[in-house]
C-alpha cells in the first residue's frame, strides 16, 4: 500500500499566485521527498527533507515537515506556466525504498 | 550524460504475449527500481535491486520477472502479458550510500498496451 497521500488531488490557480499541496503518511521514516513530473516524462526530484529538519528553502519551493502529525507540505511561490505539472511526495524507511503517493495535478493558469 | 535510459518508449502487445523492457543507468548507481504508474494511484514499486547481483519484490510484483544484467542494467520481463498490466513503466536508479539518502533518477518510461 502507498505510505503517503496527498491533498488537495487537483489545484488550479493563476500564474504569480502561491501553490500549496499537502503530503500525509504513515509509519516512521528517515527523510521525505518531493518530486515534479511532466506531462508523458518521468520524474524529477525537487527536494528532500530529513526527518529532523522542519523546514526548508530550494528556490521559489518550501518545504515543511512535522514528524508528530506525519505530514507534509510543499509550498511554490509565485507560479508560472512552466510549473504546471504532477507533484508526488515519496517516504524513505531507509529500506532501499521509496513509497510514492498518488500526486497532485496542479494547472497554471495563464 | 544521459541519466536512465529506457526503452523501448511504447509497445503494443497481445495478450499472452511476453517482451522484456531495459533500462540503463550511466550514474555507477548501485540500486535500480521498476515502478508502474496507472491513472490516480502513482508509483508502485514491482521489484528493485539494492545492489549489483541481488534482486527483491516490490509491492505489485505478480506476472512479472527482472534481471540485473549488471551494474548498469536492469530489465522487468512480462512471461505471459494481460491486458492488467497496461500501464505506464517507469525505471529508476539511486545511490542510497551518498549520506543515506536515496534520490532516484528517473528514465521517461515505456508505454505499454496489452490487448
Known amino acids: 500500500s502507498q505510505q503517503g497521500e496527498e491533498d488537495p488531488q487537483a489545484l488550479s490557480i493563476q500564474e504569480g499566485e502561491n501553490a500549496t499541496m499537502n503530503c500525509s503518511y504513515k509509519?516512521?521514516?528517515?527523510?521525505l521527498q518531493w518530486y515534479r513530473q511532466n506531462s508523458g516524462r518521468g520524474l524529477v526530484h525537487l527536494i528532500l527533507?530529513?526527518?529532523?529538519?522542519r523546514e526548508k528553502h530550494s528556490g521559489r519551493l518550501r518545504v515543511t515537515l512535522d514528524t508528530s502529525k506525519k505530514s507534509s507540505s510543499l509550498l511554490i511561490t509565485a507560479s508560472r506556466a512552466a510549473d504546471t505539472a504532477s507533484y508526488f511526495c515519496?517516504?524513505?524507511?531507509?529500506?532501499?525504498?521509496?513509497?510514492f503517493g498518488a500526486g497532485t495535478t496542479v494547472t497554471v493558469r495563464a | 550524460n544521459a541519466g536512465v535510459t529506457q526503452t523501448p518508449k511504447f509497445q503494443v502487445l497481445k495478450t499472452g504475449q511476453s517482451m522484456t523492457l531495459q533500462c540503463a543507468q550511466d550514474?555507477?548507481?548501485?540500486?535500480m527500481y521498476w515502478y508502474r504508474q496507472d491513472p490516480g494511484m502513482g508509483l508502485r514499486l514491482i521489484y528493485y535491486?539494492?545492489?549489483?547481483?541481488?534482486?527483491d519484490k516490490g509491492e505489485v510484483p505478480n506476472g512479472y520477472n527482472v534481471s540485473r544484467l549488471n551494474k548498469r542494467e536492469f530489465s522487468l520481463r512480462l512471461e505471459s502479458a494481460a491486458p492488467s498490466q497496461t500501464s505506464v513503466y517507469f525505471c529508476?536508479?539511486?545511490?542510497?550510500?551518498?549520506?543515506?539518502?536515496?534520490?532516484?533518477?528517473f528514465g521517461a518510461g515505456t508505454r505499454l498496451s496489452v490487448l
Open positions: 529508476a536508479s539511486s545511490d542510497p550510500s551518498q549520506g543515506a539518502k536515496n534520490i532516484q533518477y
Open positions: 515519496a517516504t524513505d524507511g531507509n529500506d532501499y525504498k521509496l513509497s
Open positions: 509509519t516512521s521514516i528517515n527523510n
Open positions: 535491486s539494492a545492489s549489483e547481483g541481488t534482486t
Open positions: 550514474m555507477n548507481h548501485n540500486s
Open positions: 527533507i530529513r526527518s529532523n529538519e
